[in-house]
């Protein structure tokens, strides 16, 4: 099983990003799918959720109307679409497999938004 996160960097505020993990190994389509995000000092938090299908979302109040999560599941991959960041978004973004004793995470890729 791996995770492979990507597209992470610098960017202004206001400005986006979007971030790619890229799924090997398991049957990526059976799977739920989150990005979970831990900045400097704090607790990691959930951002935003699919389920297997992706026919539903959920997203952390912090980053409603802002960032999207989407999946291709003929791809294994799942995206998470950042819009309008701020410098509070800056953090290591981690893809997250499922929930419970499956879940299973990427090793992360750093966002940072400042001027």
């Known amino acids: 099983v791996q995770l492979v996160e990507s597209g992470g960097g610098l960017v202004q505020p206001g400005g986006s990003l979007r971030l790619s993990c890229a799924a090997y190994?398991?049957?990526?389509?059976?799977?739920?799918m989150s990005w979970e995000r831990q900045a400097l000092g704090k607790e990691r938090e959930s951002v935003a959720f699919i389920n297997s299908a992706g026919s539903s979302t959920n997203y952390a109040d912090s980053v409603k109307g802002r960032f999207t999560i989407s999946r291709d599941n003929d791809k294994d991959m799942v995206y998470l679409q950042m819009n309008s960041l701020r410098p509070e978004d800056t953090a290591v973004y981690y893809c997250?497999?499922?929930?419970?004793?499956?879940?299973?995470w990427g090793q992360g890729t750093q966002v940072t938004v400042s001027s």
């Open positions: 997250k497999r499922g929930r419970g004793l499956a879940a299973y």
């Open positions: 190994g398991f049957t990526f389509s059976k799977y739920d």
